[in-house]
C-alpha cells in the first residue's frame, strides 16, 4: 500500500533563516506530487506541482521553491523565510493529473516563523 | 488511531438527484471538520464546521456536523453534472493542530 510521509511535523524557525520540507511518498511508482499551504480554517492553495524528476511547476509567485531530486521525494525549500510563510504546509501525491484522480494528503507540517 | 472514513467511496446518480455524502471520524481533541470539492488540479473549500447541529449552506450545497455521534453529512440538491468531483472531508485535531484526509468520495452526475 502507499504511505506518504512529511518531515518534520512541526517546525519553528526565525526570520531570515533557511527552509527544508520534505515529503516522500513509499509504494508508488512516478507519482504526481504537489506541495499545498493550507490557512487557517480555509481553503488549500496549491504552491508547486511534478509530474516527474527535475520537472516543478510553480502556482504562485512566492518566497518558496520546490525540487524533486528522486522520484519519491518532494523537498520544499526557501533560502530565507519571511513571517508570511508560517502556515500548515501539505504534500499530497496522485497517480495522474487529472482532476479526477484522487489526491492523497500526507499528515503536513506546520511552520511558525518567529 | 486518529481517522477520517467516508462512504460511499464512489457514487452514480442521475442529473436531478439528491446525494447525501457521510464523513466519521475519530480524532482527539477535535478542532474543526472541512469539506473541499476536486475537480481540477486543486480542491476547492467547501465549508469548515466547528459546531453541532449548525447547517452551513452555499446554493445547493448544505452540511452539518454531529460532534457527539462524530460525523458529518454533505448534501448535495437538484444534482447537475457540474456536481461531478471527489469530495474530499478533513478533520483539523489535536493541540498542534494536525490535519488528516478522508479518502474522498468520488461523485458521477449522469445527464
Known amino acids: 500500500s502507499q504511505t506518504i510521509h512529511q518531515w518534520p511535523a512541526t517546525l519553528v524557525q526565525p526570520v531570515g533563516s533557511p527552509l527544508s520540507l520534505e515529503c516522500t511518498v513509499e509504494g508508488t511508482s512516478n507519482p504526481n506530487l504537489y506541495w499545498y499551504r493550507q490557512a487557517a480554517g480555509r481553503g488549500l492553495q496549491l504552491l508547486f506541482y511534478?509530474?516527474?524528476?527535475?520537472?516543478i511547476s510553480s502556482e504562485v509567485p512566492q518566497n518558496l521553491s520546490a525540487s524533486r531530486p528522486q522520484d519519491r521525494q518532494f523537498i520544499l525549500s526557501s533560502k530565507k523565510l519571511l513571517l508570511s510563510d508560517s502556515g500548515f504546509y501539505l504534500c499530497?501525491?496522485?497517480?495522474?493529473?487529472?482532476?479526477?484522480?484522487?489526491?492523497?494528503f500526507g499528515p503536513g507540517t506546520r511552520l511558525t516563523v518567529l | 488511531e486518529d481517522k477520517v472514513v467516508q462512504s460511499p467511496l464512489s457514487l452514480v446518480v442521475h442529473e436531478g438527484d439528491t446525494v447525501t455524502l457521510n464523513c466519521s471520524y475519530e480524532?482527539?481533541?477535535?478542532?474543526?471538520l472541512l469539506w473541499y470539492k476536486q475537480e481540477k488540479k486543486a480542491p476547492t473549500f467547501l465549508f469548515m464546521l466547528?459546531?453541532?447541529?449548525i447547517e452551513k449552506k452555499s446554493g445547493r450545497l448544505s452540511s452539518i456536523l454531529d460532534k457527539k455521534e462524530l460525523f458529518s453529512i454533505l448534501n448535495i440538491t437538484a444534482t447537475q453534472t457540474g456536481d461531478s468531483a471527489i469530495y474530499l472531508c478533513a478533520v483539523e485535531y489535536s493541540s498542534a493542530s494536525k490535519i488528516i484526509f478522508g479518502s474522498g468520495t468520488r461523485l458521477s452526475i449522469r445527464p
Open positions: 466547528t459546531s453541532s447541529g
Open positions: 511534478s509530474v516527474g524528476i527535475g520537472q
Open positions: 480524532v482527539t481533541n477535535f478542532r474543526s
Open positions: 499530497a501525491w496522485a497517480a495522474g493529473t487529472r482532476g479526477t484522480d484522487t489526491q492523497y
